[in-house]
């Protein structure tokens, strides 16, 4: 059974700093890995999805890495903005979605 | 305009009802997926359907019943509610890949707070 963890579970910052979510996983036999947004009351937003042949993918400021042998994945957000606050979700991908519990980010202006 | 959308956006109900949620995409997609997030905001997958055909059943009590009339819908229908039914339930869909389900992007409804009292 796939578990999924993300560390840490809660992140304050100074706007401007550079913000790093990991994401952990048990079983390497997976398709891709998402990351994704949460705003409180609102739905998830797709922010980034790795195939499992790639190392890494970038979005503007953000960029995730991954590492299947290993189990995980890391999501940098370059130079923080107060806009960044959300909990994001890492998800990995083995004929289903797993999720972890989100690492909650937020951002003092 | 919306590509997944739920109905209703909250659902307040008594113990012992029956209720339906309602998901449409608009996306052409041709896989969707119901998923319940917990009071501890946990997110976990019950159903999947990909061409209005059932693939993923994960555990969930029989008084909830999918129903996909078309591709572009996906309802979610729940007897004999219970209190710990209250959450919050997400529709998504999703193109299959081309080397297998799931493999691409899944995109999320607003989601559908159900409170059970």
């Known amino acids: 059974k796939q578990e999924v963890t993300q560390i840490p579970a809660a992140l304050s910052v100074p706007e401007g700093e550079n913000l790093v979510l990991n994401c952990s996983f048990t079983d390497s036999a997976i398709y891709n890995l998402q990351w994704f947004r949460q705003d409180p009351g609102k739905g998830l937003t797709s922010l980034l999805l790795?195939?499992?042949?790639?190392r890494e993918q970038t979005s503007g400021r953000l960029n995730a890495s991954l590492d299947k042998s290993s189990g995980r994945s890391t999501l940098y957000i370059a130079a923080s903005q107060p806009g960044d606050s959300a909990t994001y979700l890492c998800a990995v991908n083995d004929y289903k979605l797993s999720f972890g519990a989100g690492t909650t980010v937020t951002v003092r202006a | 305009d919306t590509a997944v959308s739920q109905t209703p956006k909250y659902l307040v109900t008594q113990m012992g009802n029956d209720k339906s949620i309602k998901c449409e995409q608009n996306l052409g997609h041709d896989t969707m997926y119901w998923y319940k997030q917990d009071s501890k905001k946990f997110l976990k997958i019950m159903f999947s359907y990909n061409n209005k055909e059932l693939i993923i059943n994960e555990t969930v009590p029989n008084r909830f019943s999918p129903k996909s009339p078309d591709k572009a819908h996906l309802n979610l229908h729940i007897n004999s509610l219970e209190l710990g039914d209250s959450a919050v339930y997400f529709c998504?869909?999703?193109?299959?890949?081309?080397?297998?389900?799931?493999?691409?992007?899944?995109?999320f409804g607003p989601g559908t707070r159900l409170l059970v009292l």
């Open positions: 998504a869909s999703s193109q299959a890949g081309t080397s297998g389900l799931g493999q691409e992007t899944q995109y």
């Open positions: 790795i195939q499992s042949s790639q």
